[in-house]
Every structure is written in structure tokens, then in C-alpha cells.
């Protein structure tokens, strides 16, 4: 299997193949807990550190486990991380950890952390697939963190509500009225028909941009091709 680089890794899990806008994984809770800010930036960085971890642990002992058993200790592997995550964010971020509630156990059944695991982790030295999980952890994190800013400051005109429960009762400052204390809110950006509406609108975006770049790839290659006079 061919060695893939570290810009190709990172263009990959951002762009061309983010797994929230493009392999649409991980849409429960993409779209379930993405209502603010805060709450898609704990959920991200709780997926990034068991995709990291799981594909480290995965390539670590990818000569190891054999080839019938690989599936059930992969999963295994998970479990573990997972309850390693909701153990620590029960005990030092409980009022995060309630708002997101079921869906950190349910990190368990991610689509991408168990497909990264299989497709490369398992087939990659230990650096590579450890840039790949942080790649495709982050890319996975960038998504919720839009979304749920977008649909914070449409639904309710704030952002950056409740960051105290991530960073400490200070943080309760950070909150920004961008539309103003008398803005009424927007009820369906924050309700669930928002989040599909508000992730059709960015996969829509990310295939436009695309188009048009693909549209100037063209006359890029015709304009290197004309001979120069002289």
C-alpha cells in the first residue's frame, strides 16, 4: 500500500474527504448536539482524541492481532477510549457532559472512527496513522464547530453561549450578542430541522467551490501548454 504524505493526509480529512460533508459519518451527532458552539467544539475534541487514540492503538498492534479477530478488538479498543471520555468529562466537565448526554457513549458507533481504524490505521506506521486520526478527528471538529456557530448566532444571536462549561465560570463573559439583546431568535435554526438544513447548505457550498475550481483546473493546464513567443 502506498505511503501517503502529510499534506495529502490533512488536504484529505478537511477537504476533499472530511467525513461530515463528504462521507457523511457521524451524523447523529453532527446533527444533534451541533446547536451551539460550545457544544460542537466538546463534542469534536472528545471524537478527534478517540480517533487519534484508536488509530495509534490500532497500528500499534496491526502485527499482533490476527486477521479473524481484527473487527472485535478494533471495537474493543473504541469502547475503551469512549469510556475513558465520559469518565473524565462526567468528572471535570459535568455540565458539558450532561448537555451532550447519550451521544458521548454513543462516540462508540461512529462510522469513521472504526472505518479509519480498518482502512488505514491498520495498514499505516504509527506516525501516519496518527496524523491521519488528528486530521480526520479535526476535520470532523471543524464541521460541528460551523455548524453550531451558525446555527448559535441565527437561532439565537449570541455566540460562544455556555463556554464556562468548558473553560471554568469566567467564561461566562465570553458570550457576544452579535444581533443584538433584543433579537428574537430564529426557533428553527435551533431545532432539529435546522442542523439538516444548515449542513445541506454547507455541503452545498463545499460542492460549488469545487466546481469552480475544477472549472479553472482547465484553463490553468491550456494556458501552461501555449508556447511562448520569440
Not at 482547465?218 to 520569440?230: D, F, K, N, Q
Request: hydrophobic content about 55%; some cysteine.
Amino acid at each position: 500500500m502506498n505511503t501517503p504524505t502529510y499534506r495529502s493526509i490533512a488536504a484529505n480529512s478537511f477537504w476533499t474527504n472530511n467525513p461530515g460533508l463528504v462521507q457523511l459519518l457521524g451524523l447523529c451527532p453532527l446533527l444533534a448536539v451541533s446547536g451551539t458552539f460550545i457544544n460542537g467544539l466538546g463534542m469534536g475534541i472528545a471524537t478527534t482524541f478517540v480517533v487519534l487514540c484508536s488509530n495509534i492503538a490500532v497500528s500499534a498492534i496491526r502485527h499482533v492481532v490476527r486477521e479473524d479477530v481484527r473487527i472485535p478488538v478494533f471495537v474493543l479498543i473504541i469502547a475503551s477510549l469512549v469510556t475513558i471520555v465520559e469518565l473524565v468529562m462526567n468528572a471535570w466537565f459535568h455540565e458539558l457532559y450532561r448537555v451532550l448526554g447519550i451521544f458521548i457513549p454513543l462516540i462508540v458507533t461512529n462510522c469513521m472512527i472504526i472505518g479509519r481504524a480498518e482502512a488505514f490505521a491498520s495498514k499505516q506506521s504509527l506516525a501516519h496513522a496518527a496524523a491521519d486520526g488528528l486530521a480526520m478527528g479535526l476535520g470532523f471538529t471543524a464541521i460541528l464547530v460551523v455548524l453550531g456557530a451558525l446555527r448559535e448566532i441565527i437561532g439565537r444571536g449570541s455566540l460562544l453561549d455556555g463556554a464556562q462549561m468548558m473553560f471554568g465560570a469566567n467564561a461566562a463573559t465570553w458570550r457576544v450578542e452579535l444581533l443584538g439583546p433584543d433579537y428574537p431568535g430564529f426557533l428553527l435554526a435551533v431545532l432539529p430541522p435546522g442542523a439538516f438544513i444548515g449542513l445541506g447548505l454547507l455541503i452545498a457550498l463545499k460542492n460549488d467551490i469545487d466546481r469552480r475550481l475544477a472549472q479553472r483546473q482547465p484553463s490553468r493546464s491550456i494556458a501552461a501548454e501555449e508556447p511562448v513567443a520569440g
